[in-house]
């Protein structure tokens, strides 16, 4: 796992840049799962989602940053280090494919950095190894030790807004989030039990899990956030010995958590987010009555124009 002392450390140097998020029960989820849901705000960071606490993080950590890092995402982590590199005056370059939404595309742009667009994420990865040779500093969106400790912040936030926390489900696309919160719990509390989530078309991880090794395949999901090409190899390694359980859930489940959030919770979360919910649901009847389920909401980078089709298209 990673270090509990890389995270505290971690917490402690991302803290001017980013936001603690916070919880909210549910009566209705809680009464439908029969445990105590809470639902962690992380769609309430800043950019949107999470991936600010690790962008910051490995930043702050790269000595070489001055001369410009190069990154590459299908939405939320180019938001995310393109919101670091300008709180730090780094300049940033991010590769993401053309399929990327225009709102995740346009928001890259605000907020400083220079996007440059290819065919598919495999190829943003390839262009992204070209630039890294280039000298490029690499700013990995997931498989980075540093990366992993900021976003293991969260789940310290977490310990101390729900200390009698059992259970958590988060989503996993490379594995990044996934291992620095799993991380967190376990390493403060080894009885907590962590189920990671993946749609169907972006389940690399349990494909691995299956496979016993990383593997790789073409996301097809609409959960583009989730749609890694590629298992990290350290998240693989946490996802096998601390998981509970990886739940690939169908993008109409994810669809129809999405849409209860958001007429219920009044909750804009994508469906990467949202499949927590369809996962808790999948997993309902294991979870202790008198225990504290953890519903993470990692992001809300959605479009209206999506919010409608993917609604429209599950109905």
Not at 46 to 72: D, M, W
Not at 75 to 92: I, K, W
Request: charged letters at 20%; hydrophobic letters at 45%; a negative charge.
């Amino acid at each position: 796992m990673i270090p509990l002392t890389d995270i505290e450390a971690a917490a402690g140097r991302i803290a001017p840049y980013v936001l603690t998020t916070p919880t909210a029960t549910s009566s209705t989820l809680s009464d439908e799962l029969g445990t105590n849901v809470v639902l962690k705000l992380e769609l309430l960071q800043k950019t949107g989602s999470f991936k600010p606490r690790g962008a910051v993080n490995q930043l702050l950590a790269y000595e070489h940053r001055a001369g410009g890092v190069v990154g590459i995402s299908g939405g939320n982590f180019a938001q995310g280090l393109a919101y670091a590199a300008g709180r730090l005056d780094v300049p940033a370059r991010i590769v993401m494919p053309e399929t990327t939404p225009a709102n995740y595309l346009d928001a890259t742009r605000g907020y400083g950095a220079d996007v440059e667009l290819t065919p598919t994420i495999a190829d943003a990865f390839v262009r992204y190894d070209e630039l890294v040779a280039e000298g490029w500093g690499p700013m990995h969106p997931f498989d980075n030790q540093n990366m992993m400790a900021g976003n293991g912040t969260l789940g310290l936030e977490l310990l101390e807004q729900v200390p009698d926390v059992t259970d958590v489900i988060i989503s996993i696309g490379g594995g990044g989030f996934m291992a620095g919160v799993t991380s967190a719990m376990k390493g403060s509390n080894p009885d907590i039990r962590v189920w990671g989530v993946e749609t169907d078309g972006a389940d690399v991880m349990a494909r691995s899990l299956a496979a016993g090794s990383p593997q790789t395949m073409t996301p097809t999901s609409i959960a583009k956030t989730l749609g890694s090409p590629y298992a990290g190899e350290k998240p693989f390694e946490i996802a096998r010995d601390q998981l509970e359980q990886v739940v690939v859930v169908p993008d109409e489940e994810a669809v129809r958590a999405m849409t209860f959030l958001f007429e219920r919770a009044k909750l804009v979360a994508e469906p990467a987010a949202a499949c927590t919910l369809a996962a808790a649901r999948a997993l309902r009847g294991r979870f202790d009555p008198d225990g504290s389920l953890v519903l993470i909401l990692c992001g809300g980078n959605l479009s209206v124009a999506d919010l409608c089709a993917f609604t429209a298209r599950f109905s």
